[in-house]
């Protein structure tokens, strides 16, 4: 596997469910991202990761959490959500925080809320 | 925080040209990024301007001026797998987010 990888592509949830979302990175990059897409909005910085540690909560619910316990995995623990979360989620990785180069995207996780 | 603006859509004809502009407001510019995504897919990295001018990757080329706060990305003999969705980005110096615009959906017809 190359890239930034993401599972499950594709995800139902009633608002009581409690699921996780997964992303992992095999470019041996330091930083890693979790976006939010919604249609016809821009792209949403929800949170940062910088060698493991969080660096950015961008005025995130609490019913999103992310864990993230090295530098190649990322998750995203959902918890009583709402219909309004329905949305592409993103994950992204690059070199460091700090640095210029590009951010590469995985494929996102379509999120549907009942 | 940066505030950035490009078209909805845009309809263009196999083999043409289309021009995507991008214009932003920011209170600090460390570079602008044109990505490529398709539909149900990972956005994918275009282009990078950091300098005023223009940079040239075979058929795409992205234009920059800061003072201007404008951008463009040129798709050149269009093919039909240009069609896709088209989003500027803006790094801010200070935090090193990224800002995105809602994106520009061009349709390529044959």
């Known amino acids: 596997e190359t890239g930034v990888t993401q599972t499950p592509r594709h995800l139902v949830m009633g608002m009581t469910n409690k699921k996780s979302l997964k992303c992992e990175q095999h470019?041996?990059?330091?930083?890693m991202y979790w976006y939010k897409q919604s249609a016809k909005k821009p792209l949403e910085l929800m949170f940062v990761y910088n060698f493991k540690e969080q660096t950015e909560n961008n005025s995130v619910p609490s019913r999103f959490s992310p864990e993230c316990p090295n530098s190649s995995h990322l998750f995203l623990h959902l918890h009583t959500l709402q219909p309004e979360d329905s949305a592409l989620y993103l994950c992204?990785?690059?070199?460091?925080?700090?640095?210029?180069?590009?951010?590469?995207f995985g494929p996102g996780t379509r999120l549907t809320v009942l | 925080g940066q505030n950035i603006d490009q078209p909805t859509e845009m309809t263009a004809t196999e083999g043409a040209i289309v021009q995507i502009n991008c214009t932003y407001q920011?209170?600090?510019?460390?570079?602008l990024f044109w990505y490529q995504q398709h539909a149900g897919e990972a956005p994918t990295f275009l282009s990078y301007n950091v300098l005023d001018g223009l940079e040239e990757k075979g058929r795409f080329s992205s234009f920059l001026s800061r003072s201007k706060g404008y951008s463009y990305l040129l798709l050149k003999e269009l093919q039909m797998k240009d069609s896709a969705s088209y989003l500027c980005?803006?790094?801010?110096?200070?935090?090193?987010?990224?800002?995105f615009g809602a994106g520009t959906t061009v349709t390529v017809r044959a």
């Open positions: 920011t209170s600090g510019f460390n570079g």
């Open positions: 992204a990785s690059s070199q460091d925080y700090t640095s210029t180069d590009t951010q590469y």
């Open positions: 470019l041996g990059h330091n930083a």
């Open positions: 980005a803006v790094r801010d110096n200070r935090d090193y987010k990224l800002s």
